[in-house]
């Protein structure tokens, strides 16, 4: 059992930066892979980023891609992002995910139904 908060969400102007972090409990973090989704009002969820459970492998979404940047800390069963030069448009709640990935120590998914466990979010509002 994987339990998730995040923390770090707020409200921010356009261009602005915010750091996400998401704390996991439990013994089981650095055998897990870590995503980070997010959803805006009317809309689906969508994949952002994605970390290996070694942090060596990394995958982002286009939308998304040279302004945000995915880590981790596995001595503090902690996650990260770090969100630069927002837009209106990354206005959402933000989950972290869990994956226990097992032995493969490189793996990463960008889709929903591979994860195990879920964050309640964090709402990020970007001001235009």
């Known amino acids: 059992q994987v339990q998730l908060v995040e923390s770090g969400g707020g409200f921010v102007q356009a261009g602005g930066s915010l750091r996400l972090s998401c704390a996991a409990s439990g013994r089981t973090f650095s055998s897990c892979a870590m995503g980070w989704f997010r959803q805006a009002p009317g809309k689906e969820r969508e994949f952002v980023a994605t970390i290996s459970r070694s942090g060596g492998s990394t995958y982002y979404a286009d939308t998304v891609k040279g302004r945000f940047t995915i880590s981790r800390d596995n001595a503090k069963n902690t996650v990260y992002l770090q969100m630069s030069s927002l837009k209106p448009e990354d206005t959402a709640v933000y989950y972290c995910?869990?994956?226990?990935?097992?032995?493969?120590?490189?793996?990463?998914?960008?889709?929903?139904?591979?994860?195990?466990?879920w964050g309640q979010g964090t709402q990020v509002t970007v001001s235009s």
């Open positions: 995910a869990a994956k226990i990935t097992g032995y493969s120590v490189s793996a990463y998914y960008d889709y929903e139904s591979a994860y195990d466990y």
